[in-house]
């Protein structure tokens, strides 16, 4: 059980070093710009922090064994 919660936050943790990397390229950018037309709230860098950070959570999830 603890592994497991281990390898989630790692997913977690993972996903928002790759954040941070894609904002030196200004993927972040990119990303608000394409979504924004879809949402009625204003999007920020925090939210996009969040988006990706939620992606290697699911994907820290569904590739723990």
């Known amino acids: 059980m603890f592994q497991e919660v281990v390898v989630i ?3 977690f943790v993972g996903g ?17 710009e394409v979504i924004q037309p879809f949402i009625d ?6 939210h996009y ?8 959570l699911v994907g820290g999830a569904f590739g723990a064994k």
Do not use: E, K, N
């Not at 928002?16 to 608000?32: C, E, G, K």
């Open 9 to 11: 936050l790692d997913g």
């Open 41 to 46: 709230i204003q999007l920020t860098t925090s």
């Open 16 to 32: 928002l070093f790759v954040a941070w990397i894609l904002t030196w390229f200004d993927v972040d950018l990119m990303v608000l």
């Open 49 to 56: 922090y969040i988006l990706i950070a939620m992606i290697g």
